[in-house]
């Protein structure tokens, strides 16, 4: 993407979905959100716990850290259906002030191309593109489980849905179309 091209990309609202994660990688996941090598983006923060005060120090030293990052953080959430993660992430949500939408969970880590790469792909006939997640740097056996179900059935089965022209998304990692969300009355319908 050149310079001109770059002027014209769209903003992306990214919904950082936070709970009482214990993960030793999560502050250096955060942080990676903060070096994107893109021209307009917003983090908004949604923890779910607003007692949690290790969450809060990560996000709050993250924002101290980067002052030039717009960033919003939002506690506790709202109760729109069954889903803890997107009560979660429902403040954010109507907060968001740009036309895509990014859902990262927080185990994901970004390299600073990956959200220009991702919005690349996102043509005016797409309204989703989701980045397979790769899992690593974890110990422990639901650890070992889930780099196994990623990095075998997972992928097969997303081989085998897109060779038959099956969409499916996993929403660890996705982005979106605000105005497709909303069309369909946005994120609380999941």
Excluded: W
């Excluded at 979660?88 to 895509?100: C, D, F, I, T, V």
């Excluded at 997640?133 to 179900?149: N, Q, R």
């Amino acid at each position: 993407i050149n310079g001109t091209q770059e002027k014209s990309l769209p903003g992306v609202s990214i919904l950082k979905p936070l709970c009482c994660e214990d993960d030793p990688h999560l502050f250096q996941n955060l942080e990676t959100f903060f070096k994107l090598d893109y021209p307009k983006y917003e983090i908004l923060f949604c923890i779910q716990d607003m007692d949690d005060t290790k969450l809060r120090m990560y996000v709050e030293s993250l924002i101290n850290k980067f002052p030039r990052i717009d960033c919003s953080v939002f506690y506790g959430g709202e109760e729109v259906g069954v889903n803890p993660k997107i009560n979660n992430m429902q403040p954010g949500y109507r907060a968001s002030k740009h036309e895509l939408i990014m859902v990262s969970d927080s185990g994901i880590k970004m390299k600073e191309d990956t959200l220009k790469d991702m919005v690349s792909f996102m043509t005016d006939r797409v309204g989703l593109v989701h980045q397979m997640p790769f899992s690593c740097d974890k110990s422990g056996f639901s650890s070992t489980l889930e780099k196994v179900f990623f990095g075998t059935s997972h992928a097969r089965i997303y081989l085998v849905a897109n060779m038959f022209g099956i969409n499916c998304s996993t929403g660890m990692s996705t982005l979106m179309r605000k105005d497709v969300l909303d069309d369909v009355g946005g994120i609380k319908n999941f």
